[in-house]
């Protein structure tokens, strides 16, 4: 019997191919967010008020993954931006190959954005590197607070969290500083974002948050140029 | 929930290896499976044995390391594990920690029968 070091991750097909997206999303510069959150937590409906108040002219595409249906694709496609709906067929999470074969016939380089809602879902998105940016996670009032603490994976890895619903706040039960309390302890130096996609309530800071991110992409991109 | 495409990639890996080794038999898969890597241990076990079973991969073994959660301070670099969801420096009460280890998904090791 022999013991051979093998020493490789156990997603590493993904974990190539994500790299490959990462690399082509640097070289021109676009920022890709990854949106991840329980079923129902409001993804598409913020996904509506953020192209809603992009101007005409802004670089945005959105990817968006569910098990079946085209749904979301045509609530979204409404604002006049490049939509592709991607139907895993039952998988639960979206890999970068999905996200690989779905930009093909867009040009890439040609976004400042783009905006990948994944499937819903708190515990197996978490897993898969889709060469982003950052992952983002919606935690809503209508929910426990104790999420964090329940699904810390994917609060551990997110760059921000949106708190989402906040106008349900004097009707819920929901303690919302407990909940930001909670996503803290699992994720110290994780942001916060409260908000509402029904009175607009923080949209303001979201979407300064987004322009925040192009434009530290955008400055990377040309250091990397000029170095 | 995705714990059985998780034990099928383990399983391409393990045909890789076997592939590059004609005529042994793997006979074990060493992993490190970190504490906030999102895949569930029992599961991931037992996806990977309904996947062996009955193919000529029998009898293969999948051991399972659990590899904690670690955090770094910001403030005096102190390295700690950490439980209960407490994230505060043990050494200098610092709240600003970062995670340094623990969402491993990495294949470590394979026996093989040669």
Same mark, same amino acid.
């Given at each position: 019997?022999?013991?051979?070091?093998?020493?490789?991750?156990?997603?590493?097909?993904?974990?190539?191919?994500?790299?490959? =997206?990462?690399?082509?999303?640097?070289? !021109? %510069?676009?920022?890709?967010?990854?949106?991840? !959150?329980?079923?129902?937590?409001?993804?598409?409906?913020?996904?509506?008020?953020?192209?809603?108040?992009?101007?005409?002219?802004?670089?945005?595409?959105?990817?968006?993954?569910?098990?079946?249906?085209?749904?979301?694709?045509?609530?979204?496609?409404?604002? %006049?931006?490049?939509?592709?709906?991607?139907?895993?067929? %039952?998988?639960?999470?979206?890999?970068?190959?999905?996200?690989?074969?779905?930009?093909? %016939?867009?040009?890439?380089?040609? =976004?400042?954005?783009?905006?990948?809602?994944?499937?819903?879902?708190?515990?197996?998105?978490? !897993?898969?590197?889709?060469?982003?940016?950052?992952?983002?996670?919606?935690?809503?009032?209508?929910?426990?607070?104790?999420?964090?603490?329940?699904?810390?994976?994917?609060?551990?890895?997110?760059?921000?969290?949106?708190?989402?619903?906040?106008?349900?706040?004097?009707?819920?039960?929901?303690?919302?500083?407990?909940?930001?309390?909670?996503?803290?302890?699992?994720?110290?130096?994780?942001?916060?974002?409260?908000?509402?996609?029904?009175?607009?309530?923080?949209?303001?800071?979201?979407?300064?948050?987004?322009?925040?991110?192009?434009?530290?992409?955008?400055?990377?991109?040309?250091?990397?140029?000029?170095? | 929930?995705?714990?059985?495409?998780?034990?099928? +990639?383990?399983?391409?890996?393990?045909?890789?290896?076997?592939?590059?080794?004609?005529?042994?038999?793997? +006979?074990?898969?060493?992993?490190?499976?970190?504490?906030? +890597?999102?895949?569930?241990?029992?599961?991931? *076990?037992?996806?990977?044995?309904?996947?062996?079973?009955?193919?000529?991969?029998?009898?293969?073994?999948?051991?399972?390391?659990?590899?904690?959660?670690?955090?770094?301070? +910001? *403030?005096?670099?102190?390295?700690?594990?950490?439980?209960?969801?407490?994230?505060?420096?043990? *050494?200098?009460?610092?709240?600003?920690?970062?995670?340094?280890?623990?969402? *491993?998904?990495?294949?470590?090791?394979?026996?093989?029968?040669?």
């Amino acid at each position: 019997m022999n013991r051979v070091e093998v020493e490789k991750k156990v997603l590493s097909e993904n974990q190539l191919l994500a790299e490959h =997206l990462r690399e082509r999303y640097r070289e !021109s %510069g676009v920022c890709c967010v990854n949106l991840i !959150s329980s079923p129902g937590s409001g993804k598409t409906l913020l996904l509506e008020r953020t192209l809603e108040r992009m101007a005409p002219t802004a670089r945005v595409a959105v990817l968006t993954g569910d098990l079946q249906t085209e749904n979301d694709a045509q609530r979204l496609a409404r604002f %006049g931006f490049p939509v592709k709906q991607i139907i895993t067929g %039952g998988t639960c999470h979206l890999d970068a190959r999905m996200i690989g074969r779905h930009l093909e %016939g867009w040009d890439v380089a040609s =976004l400042d954005l783009l905006i990948v809602e994944n499937v819903g879902n708190l515990v197996c998105p978490s !897993s898969y590197d889709l060469g982003e940016d950052c992952k983002i996670v919606l935690l809503s009032t209508t929910e426990g607070e104790d999420k964090p603490l329940k699904y810390p994976s994917i609060f551990a890895k997110a760059a921000l969290m949106l708190l989402t619903k906040v106008d349900l706040l004097p009707y819920v039960p929901f303690r919302a500083e407990l909940a930001r309390e909670n996503a803290r302890r699992v994720h110290p130096q994780i942001e916060i974002i409260d908000v509402s996609s029904t009175t607009g309530e923080g949209l303001e800071q979201w979407m300064a948050w987004l322009e925040r991110r192009q434009q530290a992409k955008k400055a990377g991109q040309a250091a990397a140029t000029r170095s | 929930m995705h714990e059985l495409g998780v034990a099928a +990639s383990i399983l391409d890996c393990v045909h890789a290896e076997a592939k590059r080794r004609p005529g042994s038999h793997i +006979s074990k898969v060493g992993i490190r499976l970190g504490e906030i +890597s999102g895949v569930d241990a029992d599961s991931l *076990q037992f996806g990977f044995e309904c996947l062996v079973k009955e193919t000529d991969l029998e009898p293969l073994v999948l051991e399972i390391e659990a590899v904690p959660r670690m955090q770094r301070c +910001s *403030q005096c670099s102190h390295e700690f594990r950490m439980t209960g969801y407490d994230p505060q420096c043990p *050494q200098c009460g610092e709240f600003m920690t970062q995670c340094i280890s623990g969402d *491993q998904l990495d294949i470590s090791y394979m026996e093989v029968d040669e």
